[in-house]
């Protein structure tokens, strides 16, 4: 086979997904494996690659929802702890890159099909400066790609999902008590997640004196979309709102005037409802700077594997 030919692969708490290829127009032979099912990340690349006919692969990107903070790896929602390098020799490989999942998700954003993306609101983008990517799942994830005179661009490794959480309203002032309280420092990510979404929920129904009914996080977005539980509405409505935002802020603190996209497993299972949703409406609530958000445009990312997608886009600094 090329000697060229790429491992890629997105690996979550999970699920681990990978996949072949030898650019960004050609990633085939896509697997979407239970990480549970392994008891390394080694043997689930063993399993995927003799699954595929061993083929002869001298690169691996892997994207990891994990900070990558040097050799060892050791996820936080997940047992798989690793040495990259101990991992490389053992595959066989000449060059394993570990990057975070965001990281490779933005590097999909300039080769993802328009047609794989919905826009909410904004104008064209500005050409030639930052895009910005954030996306709640189970936590948030948050990264960017930054434009380079060369004409490429750079990801950022970030973890702006801990951002510190600051309310809006009085609504958001009792959800930021009632996580102080149980969690001492209340990041966004404690509200804008699969679990946040649970803990609006739940948090509403208390002051209202109400029993939480045990939700999980599409029940509630279920039962809102469908407008039948008016709690489950205005608890989504609240995270919508929430990233509004989050997403906002990070497009005055970046400059992303060429486009925030949204990831992750939970906005693009909306549908309709969030070009509905409160979320443009904060979005471009910056005062001052609210026309300076208004011309931003956010685009919903729908693809089914974009990290995939920035992790064969992936080039390494050594080439």
Not at 169 to 178: D, H, T
Not at 196 to 203: Q, S
Not at 294 to 299: D, L
Not at 305 to 317: H, K
Request: aromatic letters at 8%.
């Amino acid at each position: 086979m090329n000697k060229s030919l790429r491992l890629v692969a997105d690996i979550g708490g999970t699920h681990a997904r990978f996949a072949l290829c030898s650019s960004v127009s050609d990633i085939k032979q896509i697997s979407v494996l239970a990480s549970d099912d392994f008891p390394s990340i080694e043997a689930a690349i063993r399993h995927y690659l003799s699954e595929h006919g061993n083929p002869r692969v001298e690169t691996a990107v892997i994207g990891i929802a994990n900070p990558v903070l040097g050799d060892h790896i050791k996820m936080t929602n997940h047992p798989w702890a690793f040495s990259i390098e101990q991992t490389r020799k053992a595959i066989g490989l000449q060059h394993m890159y570990v990057i975070n999942d965001f990281s490779a998700l933005a590097l999909s954003l300039p080769h993802l099909p328009r047609n794989e993306l919905t826009q909410v609101g904004g104008g064209p983008g500005a050409k030639n400066t930052p895009m910005a990517v954030v996306g709640p799942g189970t936590g948030l994830g948050v990264s960017a790609l930054i434009p380079t005179p060369k004409g490429n661009f750079v990801p950022l490794a970030a973890e702006g999902g801990h951002v510190s959480f600051s309310p809006e309203n009085e609504q958001e002032l009792i959800l930021w008590r009632e996580a102080r309280d149980e969690y001492g420092h209340v990041s966004v990510e404690r509200l804008v997640s699969g679990p946040g979404l649970v803990f609006i929920y739940e948090t509403l129904c208390r002051a209202q004196n109400l029993t939480p009914e045990k939700y999980s996080p599409s029940d509630i977005s279920q039962r809102a979309i469908a407008n039948t539980d008016l709690l489950c509405r205005e608890s989504l409505d609240m995270l919508c709102a929430i990233l509004g935002t989050v997403a906002s802020d990070l497009a005055v603190t970046l400059g992303a005037r060429a486009g925030v996209y949204i990831g992750g497993g939970i906005i693009k299972r909306l549908g309709s409802y969030f070009a509905q949703s409160p979320f443009r409406k904060r979005f471009e609530n910056k005062g001052r700077f609210s026309s300076y958000l208004a011309a931003i445009p956010v685009f919903v990312i729908q693809s089914q594997n974009p990290a995939l997608l920035g992790a064969a886009a992936y080039e390494s600094a050594d080439g």
